[in-house]
């Protein structure tokens, strides 16, 4: 009984804390490797010509390895997304928060669970098939792959991420609050465009923060969709090739060790810091709410 | 008590589905007095208190019959904009409820959702005057910008007040409203009550009987739903004429 008791005692000090560090070591490992890997390609460029170098030309003799057309489009393919998800992601929370009756709430957040839960290459798929047609019709491009496309898929990838940490904080508002609106005589509207809204808005710019960094670290689709051409964006509605396209589509062809696969290892190191700047800010954010 | 009527209340029912929760309420309440309802917990009094500004609507299958009057009008007749109604009655909560906002918006907020102010002007001079009816502006009037949340939980109960009376109701409810506060703090509401009821018909629950001797004109005893007696509060607590309502207010039960 003793030695039992012993045993399980250890279990919950020792192994328990070893398996939560487990995510730290390999976030940690993570990270020496990617900046492992990447500074050797600053042999090759200076920093300065790596982040604002306007070619990207890696297997040429010299190879130019500017990434900053990549970022645009990064950058392009994010921000599209993020403004086509967050009126449907909050619309959707607010409406399963404020307005939905239990039954019909017991519907959609499933469905939001799944549409969560699909593969980002079937939604690549369905962007090709089905989208980028369009797209092209409508617009009359020469070929519907492009950042427009990309930024609608990618948004719709988003909304589940939005619209769920959008409507956990609009639902966390006490009745008390809302309590208080209704008795000064505001309808329902203005209750939650006036009241509610305002005292969720952290949760809000929290839900919008890792719905950016969901989109900016989005692979598949954008390798599918964004039609892959690397040059400066002139607008949303040409081909481009965001960073993560980049990466994936290169990585398997490049040589190892070369300053090209370097390269490919420090836009990752950029992805990544970029990633942990946001999720910092949205942890900060998440953290604000809880001292009003 | 044969002063002006404010509240007629007449064959008055209510329903939470099943429940039966206030049963053929017969009840005057009188305006520019304070009238007191007491009672144990689930007697009916806060579902009284929220049937006058119509806020138990938000709750699903509630339900009311009988006749509930304010200045002759019929509080649950189909027509009436049931938003207008809150603004003619405010309430004040058990517990301080002001938004996240600044000091200053807590008090226009009313006045913005029924848009009650021409200009700026206008808007900064009726938050002064109700700031001050509430006895809160000496405290806040260099800090009007932070946040309501720094306030003390008493004078986030006084910001509450002032909130309510910016739109000039003509019925304030109360419910239980230093229920949260401390001595000091419930004292400067009670002395504010009193002072209110020039100018409001003020209708209060209160847990806490010795509140209701202390503030109120008249006094209604509640249970299982039903209004057991109704009277002068000075007459309520020295020569009540129910054995029950001796019962209660004597602390025999409740």
Redesign the interface.
Do not use: H, W
């Given at each position: 009984m003793a030695t039992h008791k012993g045993m399980r005692k250890n279990f919950i000090e020792w192994i328990l804390p070893l398996t939560a560090s487990v995510s730290l070591v390999f976030l940690l490992g993570i990270a020496c490797t990617l900046v492992a890997a990447s500074l050797p390609v600053f042999k090759s460029v200076t920093l300065q010509g790596f982040l604002f170098g306007k070619e990207w030309i890696p297997t040429a003799e010299t190879p130019s390895l500017g990434i900053w057309s990549l970022m645009i489009a990064s950058l392009y393919v994010t921000l599209g997304a993020i403004i086509f998800a967050l009126p449907l992601g909050l619309g959707s929370a607010v409406y399963i928060a404020e307005l939905a009756s239990p039954t019909v709430k017991e519907v959609l957040k499933p469905v939001m669970e799944i549409l969560a839960g699909i593969p980002s290459v079937v939604f690549g798929f369905f962007g090709i098939v089905f989208v980028a047609p369009i797209v092209q019709r409508l617009f009359h491009l020469d070929t519907g792959l492009c950042g427009f496309t990309a930024a609608i898929i990618l948004g719709i990838i988003v909304i589940p991420t939005v619209a769920s940490i959008s409507e956990d904080a609009v639902s966390a508002i006490?009745k008390?609050?809302r309590?208080?609106?209704?008795?000064?005589?505001?309808?329902r509207w203005?209750t939650i465009i006036?009241?509610v809204l305002?005292?969720a808005k952290s949760g809000i710019f929290t839900s919008i923060i890792l719905g950016i960094s969901r989109a900016l670290g989005e692979t598949m689709t954008v390798l599918m969709v964004a039609g892959g051409a690397v040059k400066i964006p002139t607008g949303l509605f040409v081909p481009m090739r965001p960073i993560t396209a980049t990466i994936a589509g290169e990585m398997g062809e490049t040589v190892v060790g070369s300053p090209h696969y370097h390269a490919l290892f420090a836009m990752g190191l950029v992805l990544f810091i970029i990633n942990i700047i946001f999720n910092l800010v949205a942890d900060r954010f998440q953290k604000g709410k809880r001292n009003? | 008590m044969s002063d002006e009527i404010r509240i007629v209340v007449k064959n008055f029912n209510a329903y939470y589905g099943e429940k039966h929760a206030l049963k053929n309420v017969n009840i005057d309440i009188p305006a520019n007095k304070i009238m007191a309802m007491i009672g144990p917990s689930g007697c009916g009094k806060s579902t009284f208190l929220r049937s006058i500004?119509r806020?138990n609507d938000?709750i699903e299958n509630f339900k009311v019959d009988g006749q509930m009057m304010i200045d002759g009008n019929d509080v649950y007749d189909k027509t009436i904009d049931v938003?207008?109604l809150?603004?003619r009655v405010?309430?004040v909560?058990q517990?301080p409820?002001?938004?996240?906002?600044t000091i200053y918006e807590n008090v226009a907020?009313?006045l913005?959702?029924?848009r009650l102010f021409k200009d700026n002007k206008e808007l900064e001079h009726k938050i002064e005057k109700s700031l001050v009816e509430a006895g809160l502006w000496e405290e806040v009037k260099d800090d009007l910008d932070k946040?309501a949340?720094e306030l003390s939980g008493g004078q986030q109960q006084r910001l509450?007040i002032a909130?309510?009376l910016v739109?000039q109701p003509e019925v304030i409810l109360m419910d239980e409203p230093t229920a949260s506060l401390d001595p000091i703090s419930t004292a400067k509401i009670e002395e504010l009550i009193q002072v209110l009821k020039k100018d409001y018909t003020i209708v209060i629950v209160t847990h806490n009987m010795q509140q209701a001797a202390r503030v109120a004109d008249n006094t209604s005893f509640f249970m299982l739903g039903e209004l057991i007696e109704y009277d002068v509060t000075s007459r309520m607590f020295t020569k009540p004429v129910k054995k029950i309502t001796e019962d209660y207010i004597t602390g025999r039960f409740g």
């Open positions: 006490s008390d609050l309590n208080a609106s209704y008795a000064l005589g505001a309808n203005e006036k009241a305002p005292a009003v | 500004n806020m938000l938003t207008s809150r603004r405010g309430m909560f517990k409820n002001p938004f996240p906002k907020y009313g913005r959702v029924n946040s949340f509450c909130r309510a739109i």
